[in-house]
C-alpha cells in the first residue's frame, strides 16, 4: 500500500507480546493473547475426558455411594460385554443403570443441546446475549406443555402431547420475540433483552393462571417442580425421543455450520456471498423451537445454560461455527451433569432444581456480559 | 501481484427503477461498468446510492428494469453463484464475536465451498494471500472488533478479495476511515483492476480514483462521465445546493472541489 506510514501495525513479528497498537484511537481494552490458543483436538479429548469424568462420578454418587470403578466397570461391561469381569454385587447394576443412568443421560442431553441453540440462536439473532431462556422462548414451551397437562387433552399420549404443544410454544413465542425485536428499526441488545423479558413474564403468568385452575393438588405440585427445571423425572422411556432430536439437530447445525459464520457478519453481508438469510432463518428458527420445545418438555426452563456455554466456548476455541458447535456440546453436557450432581447433593436428602442452581450461576455470568458490552459499545462510539 | 486468475467482469444496469413502499427511489437509470473500469457513484443524502447498489448486488428486486452481469441477469442466478463473481462491502460490521480478522476474511471463500468439514488448502491459501494484498495477514489473529476502522475496512476488503471476484460493489467504502485510509483504501481497490461501482461522498476521492462519475440526484441520473465532464460548478450548485470552484489537481490533472462563498 502507498500510504507510507501503514505498516506500523502490521510489521512487528507474530509476536508473543502484545502487538503495538496502531496510532489513532486507543485500544479501549488490553488485548489478550489468543495466539495461545489450546489446539482444537486437545480441547476436544479434555472435554470428552472432563464428561467421562462426571458421568462416573455423578453415577456413584447419590443416597447409597458406590466405588467409581466398580461404576465404570458396570458401563463398560454393559457397551463391551467380556472386557471385564462382574465382581460388583448385583445390586449395583440396578442402581448404575436402571435408577441413575438415565437421569445423568437426560442431564447430558439437555446440557448438549441448551448449548447447542444457544450458540444458534446467538447468531441467528446476532447477538452474544441470546438464549432460549432469555428470549422466553422457555416459557413458551413451558406454558404449552402446561396447557395440556392441566387440561389433559393429550390427544397425542402422554408422551408425545407435551412435546408437541411445547415446540408449538417455543416457536410462536420466538417468532413473537423476534418481530417485537425488530420491529421498526435495527434490532439492538436492549430491545431483544426487553422483549424477551416481558414475554417471558406474561407467558409465565398465563401458565400460573391455567394452573392455579388445575384441581388435581399433587399433579400441581409435580408440574411446579418441573417448570422450574429439574431431570428429576427422566426414565428410560422418556429418553429417545429428546436423545433423537438433540442429536439430529446438532447434526444439522453442524452441517449448516458455515451459513451460522456467515450470518455473523452481517444480514446484508451475508446475503451477498450467498447466503439467503430471509428462507435460512426461518428453518433455523424452527429447528432450534423444536429442540427446545422437547427438551422443556423433558426437563422444563433450565436458564442461562444457553447463554453461558457458547462464552466459554469460543474464548476457548475462537469463532467458528464448525468448532463452537461440538465443543459447546460436549461442555454444556459436561456442565449440567455436574450441576445436577450438585443439585441432588448439595442440600440432600432435599434436592434443588437444576433450573434454580443455573440460574443462580447464569444471573451473575449475564450482567458481567452486559457490562463488557456496554463498555465495547462506548468504547466505539 | 494478482491471485485473480479471475477476469474482471462486465456489470450493466439497465433502466432500472426501484420503489419502496410508494416512492420510486430510483427511476429508470441505467450505468455500464466496463470490465476493469471503476464508477463512483455521487449524490446528495438520499438520492438513492445505496439502493443502486443494493440492486447491483442482488439484495433488492428492481420494480423495473435488470442488472446484468456478462450479460446475464443476476436475478436468474443462484446467490451463491453470484457470489462467486461478484463481491460487494454493504455498510456493515461483523457482530462482536470473539471473530479474528483471519475468520473475517475466510467468509469469503464460503460461496466456493461444499459441504461440511474443514477448509481446503486452496481456500486457506487465499484467504491468506486476500490478507496479504491489504496488508493485514500479520495481523490475521488479532480479534477483529479490537482493529481500527481503517483496519477493518482492508479486513472487509480482505473478504471481498477472497471471493475472487470479477465485480466489486462498494457501499461508503471511506465512510469513517481518516484521510491516510481514505486514499489507502481507494488506491488498493484501484491496483486490483477489478470492475468497481462505489458509493463514494467524498467529491475529491471520486475525481482522483474513478474513471468515471455517475451523479444521482432523487433517485435519477443527473450526470455521467469523467470527472472532468462531471464535477463542473452548475452542476454541483444545482445537485448540492452549494457553490463552489473547481480547480485542476497540479499533478494528476484531475478536477478539484473547493467550497466557494
Redesign the interface.
Known sequence: ???G???S??????AKTS?PQ?P??P???R??P??RRIPYPAVLALLGGALAVAVVVSLAVGSVSLPPTDVAAVLVHQVFPGWVDPGWPATYDTIVLDVRLPRVLLAGIVGAGLSAVGTAL??LV???LADPYLLGISSGASLGAVAVLVSGAMVLGTLATPMVAAFAGSMVTLVAVYALASSGGRMTTTRLVLAGVAVSYVLSALADLLLSTAADPHLLTSIRFWTLGSVAGAEWRTLPVPATVVLIGLAVL??Q???L??L??????A??????VHRFRTGMFVLVSLMTGVMVAVSGSIGFVGLMVPHAV??LV???H?RVLPTAALLGATFLILADLAARTVAAPQEIQLGVLTALCGGPFFVWLLRR?AR?ERALR | MSHHEVRAAELDIRDVSCTVGEREVLSRVSLTVAPGEMVGVVGPNGAGKSTLLRTAYRQLRPSRGRVLLDGTDVFRMSRRSLARRLAALPQEFPAEFELTAHDVAAMGRVPHQRGIGGDRLGDERITTVSLEMVEMAESAHRPFDRLSGGEKQRVLIARALAQEPGVLVLDEPTNHLDMRHQFDVLTLVRRLNVTTLAALHDLNLAARFCDRICVLAAGEVVALGTPVEVLTEPLLSEVYGVHTEIGTHPRTGAPTVLFGN
Open positions: 500500500m502507498s500510504g506510514g501503514v505498516r501495525s502490521a510489521s512487528t513479528a507474530p502487538p496502531e489513532g484511537p485500544a479501549p481494552e488485548v489478550s489468543r495466539g446467538q447468531a446476532r447477538n452474544p453442524l452441517w455450520a458455515r451459513w459464520n456467515l455473523v457478519a452481517g444480514e446484508e453481508s446475503g451477498t456471498l450467498g447466503l439467503d469460543r474464548m475462537g469463532a467458528d464448525r458490552q465495547r
